[in-house]
């Protein structure tokens, strides 16, 4: 089974950054996709971002310009950063991470709170 562990949440001023990582326990080169999702309390979990592990990324309109996403292959580790957040931000934020025959590993999450 593999572990993927989030850290980074915090509670921040709107405008702020926050810098979400996602560190697996094996090589993460081995994950053909990797990607952040967020889920706010009575919504749907969503799609933040994404990235291979070729590098493409895609992200959510409502974070473009706003939020990175990419892989660390040597500290097996995935991050998220975030500037200019706002409070429709707020959630919990979720790693996921795909095998190329789509196995599918989720973390347990970790909150992030934009509020003044």
């Known amino acids: 089974q593999v572990q993927l562990v989030e850290s980074g949440g915090a509670l921040v001023q709107p405008g702020g950054s926050l810098r979400l990582s996602c560190a697996a326990d094996?090589?993460?080169?081995?994950?053909?996709?990797m990607g952040w999702y967020r889920q706010a309390p009575g919504k749907q979990r969503e799609l933040v971002a994404g990235?291979?592990?070729?590098?493409?990324?895609n992200y959510a309109d409502s974070v473009k310009g706003r939020f990175r996403i990419y892989r660390d292959n040597v500290e097996n580790t995935m991050y998220l950063q975030m500037i200019s957040l706002k409070p429709e931000d707020t959630a919990v934020y979720y790693c996921?991470?795909?095998?190329?025959?789509?196995?599918?590993?989720w973390g347990q999450g970790t909150q992030v709170t934009v509020s003044s």
């Open positions: 094996r090589n993460i080169f081995s994950f053909y996709s």
């Open positions: 996921n991470a795909q095998t190329i025959i789509k196995d599918d590993y």
């Open positions: 990235v291979t592990n070729g590098g493409k990324t």
